[in-house]
T-cell receptor, first 113, second 110 residues
Framework: DVKVTQSSRYLVKRTGEKVFLECVQD?????MFWYRQDPGLGLRLIYF???????EKGDIPEGYSVSREKKERFSLILESASTNQTSMYLC????????????FGNGTRLTVT | GQQVMQIPQYQHVQEGEDFTTYCNSS?????IQWYKQRPGGHPVFLIQ???SGEVKKQKRLTFQFGEAKKNSSLHITATQTTDVGTYFC??????????WGAGTKLIIKP
């Protein structure tokens, strides 16, 4: 079974802090994704990566950056956290883009105060 | 831009009743995926449909992909408490991006 592991289940940070969300997958998948999920807004893609060191903006990249130094690890960085970034963050991986299923991690619920 | 509309937003059913959620895309889709998210959980892949008019079954769940590949449905027969959650459809917007429906929340009436 594919395992996607997110480093924290719950996180509370202060406005202006730099926040790192880590995600690791164990299936040698090429593609990794960061989504945020908010009530009434569904899943929105922040960034994705189709190879090591490669990254592409999704629908809502503003205020975020990502890093993929190793194939199995994809990090989401909030350079200066703001209250409107309070959300559930979901990491996912897939083997062949959108032609194969996404495997999600358990999510990180981030609260910015 | 491309949109995927999913209805209804909520459906309340008595245990044992049927449940259906519908997805409609503004454009033709190469495939459609369905996911289930339990309360407090993360989306879990259920199935992918690729062919026009395709119908697939998983026990009490029946998935359909329309002839024009612009709509899809998920039907659950005789719901059980384990079916509770939100069901999402998603279709490709590009090679790496999915466009997601807003989800249908299945609620079992006490």
């Amino acid at each position: 079974d594919v395992k996607v592991t997110q480093s924290s289940r719950y996180l509370v940070k202060r406005t202006g802090e730099k926040v790192f969300l880590e995600c690791v997958q164990d299936m040698d998948h090429e593609n990794m994704f960061w989504y945020r999920q908010d009530p009434g807004l569904g899943l929105r893609l922040i960034y994705f990566s189709y190879d090591v060191k490669m990254k592409e903006k999704g629908d809502i990249p503003e205020g975020y950056s990502v890093s993929r130094e190793k194939k199995e690890r994809f990090s989401l960085i909030l350079e200066s956290a703001s209250t409107n970034q309070t959300s559930m963050y979901l990491c996912a991986s897939s083997s062949t883009g959108v032609r194969s299923p996404l495997h999600f991690g358990n999510g990180t619920r981030l609260t910015v105060t | 831009g491309q949109q995927v509309m999913q209805i209804p937003q909520y459906q309340h059913v008595q245990e044992g009743e049927d449940f259906t959620t519908y997805c409609n895309s503004s454009t033709t889709l190469s495939n459609i995926q369905w996911y289930k998210q339990r309360p407090g959980g993360h989306p879990v892949f259920l199935i992918q449909l690729v062919k026009s008019g395709e119908v697939k079954k998983q026990k009490r769940l029946t998935f359909q992909f329309g002839e024009a590949k612009k709509n899809s449905s998920l039907h659950i027969t005789a719901t059980q408490t384990t079916d509770v959650g939100t069901y999402f459809c998603a279709g490709p917007e590009s090679n790496y991006q999915l466009i997601w429906g807003a989800g249908t929340k299945l609620i079992i009436k006490p």
